[in-house]
C-alpha cells in the first residue's frame, strides 16, 4: 500500500497517532487566529525547524512533498499584487505552508494503521448501534494519506507538461491524472484485499 510515512526513525513516530492528529486539529485553526507576515513567517520557520530537527534526509523528503504549493502560492500571491494586497496574500500564502506542513509532519510520522485505529475508537459509539463503520474507518484513512499523493501527481504531470510544451497544460493532464489515480487505487484495492478487505475489526 502507498505511504507517506518516512523511512527515516524520528522521536515524533512514537507519540501516540491520536495525539498528533488532535494536536494538529488545534494548529490548523489557530494559523487563523494570528494575524501579519512577520508573525506567520516566525510560525512557518518554526514548522520547517521540525523538520530539520530529525536530519537532512528527513528535511529533504518533507520539502519535496510541499513542492505541490507552489503553483497555489503563486496565484495567492498574484492575484493579492495585482489587488494590491501584497501583505494580505503574503499572510494567507504562510498560513497555507504552515497548514500543510503540519499535516504533512503528522502523515510522516504515523503509519497508517495508527491512523485506522484512530477513527475506529471515534467510531466506536455507531458500532454499538449496530453500525458497521469498517468502510468509513479505511476511507478516512485514505483521504488523509492520498490526497497529498494526489497533488504530487498533478504537480509532476504540469511540469512534464511544461517541459515539453510552452502552451499551458489545463485540461490536456485530466486524462493522464485519471489514469495515474486508478492505477493507484487498484494498487490500493489490492493491498487491502490482500490483509483481509474490509471485514469489520473485533472489539477490544
Known sequence: MISLTSPVETRAHGWPAGAKLAGLCLATPALFLVDGPAILAAVTLLVLALYALPGRVFL???????RMLWPFLLVVIGWAALEGRPAEGASVALRMISAVALANLVTMTTRLSDM???VATLCRPLRRIGLQTRALEIAIALVIRMTPVLLERGAEL???????????P???IILPFALLAFDDAERVSEALKARGGLLPTKET
Not at 529533504?60 to 510541499?66: E, P, Q, S, T
Not at 504540469?158 to 499551458?168: D, I, L, N, T, V
Open 170 to 172: 489545463g485540461w490536456r
Open 60 to 66: 529533504a523528503a518533507g520539502l519535496r512533498r510541499l
Open 158 to 168: 504540469g511540469q512534464a507538461w511544461r517541459a515539453r510544451s510552452r502552451r499551458r
Open 116 to 118: 485506522i485505529a484512530v
